[in-house]
């Protein structure tokens, strides 16, 4: 269950009261520790909890990082009847989950998002995880929170990337919507990134994939629509960790979603002014990941172990227009080839 905050004390409270939990664990990053947990000042269940820090950075979220939650968990007496409380981005979110849905084969868990791509998209939706051998997300389970707890005051402390991180995929929420959405997300003023504002299109946005996770959670048919951008997305973010450059998330899924656009365009005739309009929000806002030939067959090699895939066939979510979704559209490497020749002409 989705709860959007005015008084994260309040909330918080209610849910551990619902929970009824022997012990509290709460999960934090060595940022979110120091950003994020003063401001859960007033609850004394969190004031007693055992608190586990692990070191921030998408490259804690492996195995050596989830092994020592869970012998915090097992030396500090977790039981199946206790709670773990992750607060943090998508790195917490996604490890804590994991963590919370693997130890004594499950316990319960809250999830409390402090950025802004974490609340939009990684603690929703069940899907928690660890990156392994290279691979971004290779292990984990689908297994949802028992409560979301998003407060938006949490990403005042957040930089400029992160919140535009978190702002693709709101992007791509709006793109696989309907055209009001995606016109009100472009009426939104990147450069101020007021908070008040964001709230009413969070919500929507939040709207856009709870409705279709709850129309098929396993992720076997339109569940898909909310890979739009990740196929090439999660290329590049793990090209970028290969190569030393890490980019966030959202960046990555921004720049994937630029080629799946260009897919969409050359498979499916999606109008080409959706292209550049989009296009133009990468050049004033996120900027480009720089690729050369050299990185096409890594790119190529890399969508391969994707998760999506079924059998060889590198398998996309396309749009033939704003809203209107095709799952299971397979792309040839020559199509890919092309979409990254595309990528580097219009990435200056
Ligand atoms: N499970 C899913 O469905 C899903 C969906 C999208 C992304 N993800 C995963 O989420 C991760 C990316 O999420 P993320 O961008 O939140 O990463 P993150 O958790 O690494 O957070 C980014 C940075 O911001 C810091 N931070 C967190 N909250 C802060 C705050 N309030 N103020 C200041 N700094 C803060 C973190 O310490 C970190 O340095 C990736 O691992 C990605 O694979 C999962
Ligand atoms: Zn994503």
């Known amino acids: 269950m989705t709860i959007f905050s005015e008084n994260i004390n309040s909330d918080l ?9 022997d012990n ?20 004394e269940a969190i004031k007693n909890a055992h608190n586990i820090t692990i070191n921030s950075g998408d490259d804690n979220k492996n195995l050596t990082s989830l092994a020592s939650v869970w012998e915090f968990l097992s030396k500090n007496h977790a039981s199946r009847k206790s709670l773990l409380i992750n607060l943090g981005g998508g790195m917490i979110t996604d490890l804590g989950g994991f963590a919370a849905s693997t130890f004594k084969r499950g316990i319960r868990y809250i999830n409390i998002p402090t950025t802004l791509l974490a609340a939009i998209d990684a603690a929703t939706g069940g899907k928690t995880g660890i990156n392994f051998c290279g691979l971004k997300n290779e292990i984990g389970v689908i297994n949802p929170a028992e409560y979301v707890i998003i407060n938006v005051d949490f990403f005042r402390t957040l930089d400029q990337e992160n919140l535009l991180s978190g ?9 696989i919507s309907n055209k009001e959405h995606w016109r009100n997300i472009l009426h939104f003023d990147l450069e101020a990134f007021r908070l008040e504002c964001l709230k009413p299109l969070l919500k929507d946005s939040l709207h856009v994939k709870e409705a279709i996770v709850a129309k098929d959670p396993k992720e076997e048919n339109i569940r898909k629509a909310l890979n739009f951008g990740h196929t090439f997305g999660h290329a590049f973010e793990s090209l970028s960790h290969k190569q030393g450059k890490p980019a966030l998330h959202g960046y990555a899924v921004a720049w994937g979603i630029l080629c799946e656009l260009y897919l969409s365009h050359i498979k499916l005739n999606l109008p080409k002014d959706i292209l550049s309009v989009y296009r133009q ?13 050299k990185d096409y067959e890594p790119i190529f090699e890399l969508m391969t172990h994707d998760k999506k895939n079924e059998s060889s066939k590198i398998n996309f979510t396309l749009l033939s227009n704003i809203g209107e979704i095709k799952i299971n559209q397979s792309a040839t490497k020559e199509e890919i080839f092309e ?5 580097r002409e219009v990435a200056p």
């Open 281 to 293: 929000i990468l050049k004033e806002h996120y900027g480009f990941y720089t690729i050369n030939c």
């Open 24 to 43: 509290i664990y709460l999960l934090t990053d060595s940022t979110t520790k120091n950003d994020c947990l003063p401001l859960l000042t007033s609850i």
């Open 167 to 175: 702002y693709a995929e709101m992007m791509k929420h709006a793109l």
């Open 339 to 343: 979409t990254l020749d595309f990528y």
């Open 13 to 21: 409270q209610q849910c551990i009261s619902k929970i009824n939990a």
